[in-house]
């Protein structure tokens, strides 16, 4: 069993940076590709980034892609999505997950954080 805890969100301006870390619980945690997943009001959830196991790839959704960091630290049990040049539509809710296939999806995300809001403002 993982337990997935998501951190770091909050209110910035359009243009400024925020960093979000997951911290997971449970030994096995260098054992699961890890992604951010966000939800925006109104619209379906979608895949923002991703690592695998060793952190030797990543993945990123194109409207992140240059701006998004996605990183993480199996010593700590934790990953991190560094978020730069922030936008208005980047305001959503942000999961991070566990999965155990590369590249990830969806059907085989064993784990999901609660969640955490980022707001951009204008």
């Known amino acids: 069993q993982v337990q997935l805890v998501e951190s770091g969100g909050g209110l910035v301006q359009a243009g400024g940076s925020l960093r979000l870390s997951c911290a997971a619980s449970g030994r096995s945690f260098s054992s699961y590709a890890m992604a951010w997943f966000r939800r925006a009001p109104g619209k379906e959830r979608e895949f923002v980034a991703a690592?695998?196991?060793?952190?030797?790839?990543?993945d990123y959704a194109d409207s992140v892609k240059g701006r998004f960091t996605i990183s993480r630290d199996n010593a700590e049990n934790t990953v991190y999505l560094r978020m730069d040049t922030l936008k208005v539509e980047d305001t959503a809710v942000y999961y991070c997950?566990?999965?155990?296939?590369?590249?990830?999806?969806?059907?085989?995300?064993?784990?999901w954080g609660q969640g955490t809001q980022v707001t951009v403002s204008s």
């Open positions: 690592i695998s196991w060793s952190a030797a790839n990543t």
């Open positions: 997950a566990a999965g155990n296939s590369w590249p990830v999806a969806v059907p085989r995300i064993h784990y």
